[in-house]
Nanobody
Framework: QVQLGESGGGLGQAGGSLRLSCTVSGRTFGNYVIGWFRQAPGKEREFVAAIVWSSGRADYADSVKGRFTISRDNAKNTVYLQMNSLKPEDTAVYYC????????????????WGQGTQVTVSS
């Protein structure tokens, strides 16, 4: 079992920055991937970024590439999502999720989920 907890959401301004954190605990071993997803009101949950814990290799959705950076701190068992150049369309509940195996952008392939943190970007 893996537990995930997000923090760092809140209100940001267009063009500004926010940093989200995802603390990972429980039975973490082997090759697992931590992903960030988001869900805006009335929309489906969508992939934002993912990182392979062991290698640090990262993937990004086209909508955030060049603006968001995913990273991990092994000592703190924490994954970060640094969000720069925020846009109002980044407004959503952001979730971190975990899966064992290779990288994936599909929500259905992630078994463990956090509760989510709200990010609101004002124009």
């Amino acid at each position: 079992q893996v537990q995930l907890g997000e923090s760092g959401g809140g209100l940001g301004q267009a063009g500004g920055s926010l940093r989200l954190s995802c603390t990972v605990s429980g039975r973490t071993f082997g090759n697992y991937v931590i992903g960030w997803f988001r869900q805006a009101p009335g929309k489906e949950r969508e992939f934002v970024a993912a990182i392979v814990w062991s290698s640090g290799r990262a993937d990004y959705a086209d909508s955030v590439k060049g603006r968001f950076t995913i990273s991990r701190d092994n000592a703190k068992n924490t994954v970060y999502l640094q969000m720069n150049s925020l846009k109002p369309e980044d407004t959503a509940v952001y979730y971190c999720a975990a899966r064992y195996g290779g990288r994936s952008a599909y929500t259905r392939e992630y078994k463990y989920w956090g509760q989510g943190t709200q990010v609101t970007v004002s124009s």
